[in-house]
């Protein structure tokens, strides 16, 4: 089993819609919890940063984690066109007395105008 | 602007030699890691470093070599013994906050 589970997609919405993105993973050890984006032949960029369970907005984007079901989210309200890339969820732990970061396969999405 | 700057963008590599990816950053970040993409496998960690002069190796360092003599530079060799190296590789570093910035990224083909 994986660590980290992240559906790869693709997923395609039109634009204006609410999309939701997943992970789920098995150790409780991870505490912290990330959500990047990736452009195509980019990099990742940080895009929420939260730690343990609760919700974070930013603007049109919430992350939310639930520890009891070792399930997080990203939603996107109001998609335009410009949120096309790819998402993948990270998190992080004290793993056998050493700080791991381990990332989900990402989920490539697609915003149609 | 502060950053990570990963060279070349395109590298194309024949098969037994061995090619060196360079990243510098200007974040004065202390760790700076190396990971490889392949199309649905996500972000594999082959190498990373905590401090100057120490690094060590992540889940799949095998047929990779790094080095760290100064802060601002880890570069990465993908030596002949990498059997299949055509990837795309993400060099990081991280800072204060628990976030990873990374690097435009190079990608290597074998020919």
């Known amino acids: 089993q994986k660590e980290v589970e992240q559906d790869p997609g693709p997923l395609s919405v039109p634009e204006g819609a609410i999309v939701s993105l997943n992970c789920t993973y098995s150790n409780s050890a991870f505490q912290y919890f990330m959500w990047y984006r990736q452009y195509s032949r980019k990099g990742p960029e940080l895009l929420m940063y939260t730690y343990s369970s609760g919700n974070k907005e930013d603007g049109r984007f919430t992350a939310q984690v639930d520890k009891s079901s070792k399930y997080i989210s990203l939603f996107i309200r109001d998609s335009q066109p410009s949120d096309s890339a790819t998402y993948l969820c990270?998190?992080?732990?004290?793993?056998?007395?050493?700080?791991?970061?381990?990332f989900g396969q990402g989920t490539r999405l697609t915003i149609n105008p | 602007d502060g950053g990570i700057t990963q060279s070349p963008k395109y590298l194309f590599r024949k098969e037994g030699q061995n090619v060196t990816l360079s990243c510098e950053q200007n974040l004065n970040h202390d760790a700076m890691y190396w990971y490889r993409q392949d199309p649905g496998q996500g972000l594999r960690l082959i190498y990373y470093s905590q401090i100057v002069n120490d690094f060590q190796k992540g889940d799949i360092a095998e047929g990779y070599s790094v080095s760290r003599e100064k802060k601002e530079s880890f570069p990465l060799t993908v030596t002949s013994a990498q059997k299949n190296p055509t990837a795309f590789y993400l060099c990081?570093?991280?800072?204060?906050?628990?976030?990873?910035?990374f690097g435009s990224g190079t990608r290597l083909t074998v020919v």
């Open positions: 990270a998190m992080s732990g004290i793993i056998q007395g050493a700080q791991k970061l381990v």
């Open positions: 990081a570093s991280e800072g204060l906050y628990y976030g990873y910035t």
